[in-house]
């Protein structure tokens, strides 16, 4: 059972006490470090709760190797479950339905999402006009709006009034600003926090993801756009912007957290490499698979020390 115990103090750890570091200051300076381990560490903590809920029923190479035997070996498949078939089948369903319960809401939100951007891209496509741009759609509306919409065949919408209010350069910034949500996904990302905070609510990892992912996915946006704009132009832009609102099936580049983007944009600071993303994305999924390997390892030092 010590598999079992250490799994779910990894999952309780991790689902309870790391928001409160993934939501530091540290964050706003590195958002697409933050997004990896808001991202990384919900599916860390899926996997750690289905194999601790193996580990405590099933004998398997989860559980941990009892003392030798008479003849100096150790069973790697774990000493014998209290209840036998019984407990071992109901803990395979009881993860089974863990599993299909993540897999079923991730299923039905990503249709739901995609949906509903099929439905307003048909909209934008009846009611607007190509721009000069072929990812560019504009659409007749007095107030100032951009954004981007993963579907269909332009997927940046400008409105007629974000035309009259933005100069040529800070238009620029605001479409590099959207290409860089559309090159990175950001749509699928909030889609999936969406669906994992719907599964398993009383999380807070999981509850508390999909709010600060928006933000962060925001800010690595800005990011990507001050790498071939101009800060004043993009915060300029962002001034422009900040009465529209975000439409349900859209990323916009404005919204509440309008103030704090603009003092970061124009707040100079050394951008951090994209490298240390893919680490910790590496690292937040290291302990499950220590935890699962070690009984094996400790078995086979234990062989190696008896021949």
């Given at each position: 059972m010590t598999a079992a115990v250490l799994f779910a103090l990894?999952?309780?750890?991790?689902?309870?006490?790391?928001?409160?570091?993934?939501?530091?200051?540290?964050?706003?300076?590195?958002?697409?470090?933050?997004?990896?381990?808001?991202?990384?560490?919900?599916?860390?903590?899926?996997a750690a709760i289905v194999l601790a809920i193996l580990a405590a029923t099933a004998a398997s190479p989860l559980t941990w190797p009892g003392s030798p035997q008479g003849d100096g070996q150790v069973p790697l498949a774990g000493q014998a479950v209290p209840g036998g078939r019984v407990i071992a089948i109901a803990g395979l369903?009881?993860?089974?339905?863990?599993?299909?319960?993540?897999?079923?809401?991730?299923?039905?939100?990503?249709?739901?999402?995609?949906?509903?951007?099929?439905?307003?891209?048909?909209?934008?496509?009846a009611t607007g006009r190509p721009g000069d741009e072929p990812d560019v759609v504009i659409v007749d509306h007095d107030a100032p709006a951009v954004y981007c919409l993963p579907c269909g065949r332009h997927q940046i919408v400008i409105s007629a009034g974000a035309l009259a209010a933005l100069t040529p350069a800070q238009l620029g910034a605001v479409l590099a600003h959207e290409r860089a949500h559309l090159r990175r996904h950001h749509h699928v990302i909030l889609a999936l926090a969406t669906a994992l905070a719907r599964a398993f609510p009383p999380v807070p990892l999981l509850s508390q993801a999909q709010p600060q992912l928006a933000v962060l996915a925001e800010m690595a946006a800005d990011d990507?756009?001050?790498?071939?704009?101009?800060?004043?132009?993009?915060?300029?832009?962002?001034?422009?912007?900040?009465?529209?609102?975000?439409?349900p099936a859209a990323l916009a580049a404005s919204g509440p957290e309008a103030i704090a983007r603009l003092q970061r944009i124009l707040a100079a600071q050394q951008q951090?490499?994209?490298?240390?993303?893919?680490?910790?994305?590496?690292?937040?999924?290291?302990?499950?698979?220590?935890?699962?390997?070690?009984?094996?390892?400790?078995?086979?030092?234990d062989m190696s020390s008896h021949p």
């Open positions: 990894y999952a309780t750890a991790a689902g309870m006490l790391t928001p409160a570091m993934l939501r530091g200051p540290w964050a706003a300076r590195s958002p697409q470090l933050a997004m990896s381990l808001w991202l990384v560490l919900p599916a860390s903590w899926l369903l009881v993860a089974a339905a863990v599993v299909l319960r993540a897999a079923g809401c991730v299923a039905c939100e990503l249709r739901r999402s995609q949906r509903d951007r099929r439905e307003h891209a048909a909209l934008v496509a990507a756009a001050i790498r071939r704009h101009r800060r004043d132009d993009l915060a300029a832009a962002l001034v422009a912007l900040a009465t529209a609102g975000a439409r951090p490499r994209i490298g240390l993303a893919r680490l910790a994305a590496i690292a937040g999924l290291i302990p499950p698979v220590v935890i699962a390997c070690l009984p094996l390892l400790l078995a086979a030092c």
